[in-house]
C-alpha cells in the first residue's frame, strides 16, 4: 500500500518515513500544503498521514480542497495541535482520524492499517482472502494448510495489495502505483516477477492472469 506523509518538519518526516516502510509501505513525502494537494489529487495513494501546520497552504485547507472535489483518500491528521475544537473541524472538514503530537509510532501504523482495513471491508486487526491469513507484523503469509511463508518487502506489499482487491482484475499499472513510491522504478516487467515469485509461495492457481488485463487474486469466486 502507498501512502502520502505529508509533514514539514523533516527530522521527524524523515524518522516516520524510515518507519513506515519498514511497516510495509511504500511512501512519498512531502513538506509543504501546495504540493500535497497536488499530490493528493493526482497520484493514487491507500492513505495520507496530514500535518496541519504546513506552510504555504495550511492542512486544514488541504484536506478541504480534496473533499471539495470528491477526493475520498482516507486521511489522519497529524498534528501538535490537541484542542478538542481543532480535531472537530478536522473532522468537518472529512478526516478520517485524528493523531496529536507526541505519538507512538505503532499507534500511528495501526491507525492507517485500519483505515486501510475499513476501506477494504477487512477486520482490523487481519487481511484474510483466498484462504490466505496475512500477517502484517511479521510480513509473513500463511496457507490454507497452516504452514508460513516469509515474504520479502515487495513480495508482502504486493500481496497485500491484493488480497484487499481479491476478485478484482488489478493491472500492472494499478500494482505499480500502490507497490512502489513515487522514486522507485516502475518496470512492468518488475511486476511479472514478484507475481511468478509470489505463486511460487502460495499457489500457482492463487493468481490468475487476465491475458490483456491483467491479474486477479482469487477470493472463492474467481476461479472460474
Known amino acids: 500500500m502507498r501512502l502520502l506523509l505529508v509533514e514539514d518538519d523533516i527530522e521527524l518526516a524523515t524518522g516516520l518515513r524510515a518507519d513506515l516502510v519498514k511497516a510495509g509501505f511504500a511512501v512519498d513525502t512531502c513538506d509543504n500544503g501546495i504540493d500535497a494537494e497536488h499530490l493528493g489529487d493526482t497520484e493514487p495513494y491507500d492513505a495520507v498521514v496530514l500535518d496541519l501546520g504546513l506552510p504555504a497552504k495550511p492542512g486544514i485547507d488541504v484536506l478541504r480542497a480534496w473533499r471539495q472535489r470528491d477526493n475520498r483518500v482516507p486521511v489522519i491528521v497529524l498534528t501538535a495541535r490537541d484542542a478538542w475544537y481543532e480535531r472537530v473541524d478536522g473532522f468537518r472538514e472529512g478526516a478520517d482520524d485524528y493523531l496529536g503530537k507526541p505519538f507512538h509510532i505503532e499507534e500511528l501504523i495501526a491507525r492507517i492499517r485500519a483505515l486501510i482495513h475499513r476501506r477494504h471491508g477487512q477486520a482490523v486487526n487481519s487481511i484474510n482472502a483466498?484462504?490466505?491469513h496475512l500477517d502484517e507484523d511479521l510480513q509473513q503469509v500463511r496457507l490454507a494448510d497452516g504452514e508460513m511463508r516469509e515474504l520479502t518487502g515487495t513480495e508482502f506489499r504486493m500481496l497485500r495489495y491484493m488480497m484487499l482487491n481479491a476478485g478484482r482484475i488489478l493491472s500492472k499499472s494499478t500494482l505499480s502505483e500502490h507497490v512502489y513510491d513515487q522514486d522507485s522504478d516502475r518496470d512492468s516487467n518488475l511486476i511479472e516477477v514478484y507475481v511468478r515469485r509470489l505463486r511460487e509461495k502460495i499457489g500457482?492457481?492463487?493468481?490468475?492472469?487476465?491475458?490483456?488485463?491483467?491479474?486477479v487474486f482469487v477470493d472463492g469466486s474467481s476461479r472460474s
Open 130 to 132: 483466498g484462504g490466505l
Open 204 to 215: 500457482a492457481s492463487m493468481i490468475l492472469t487476465k491475458r490483456g488485463q491483467g491479474y
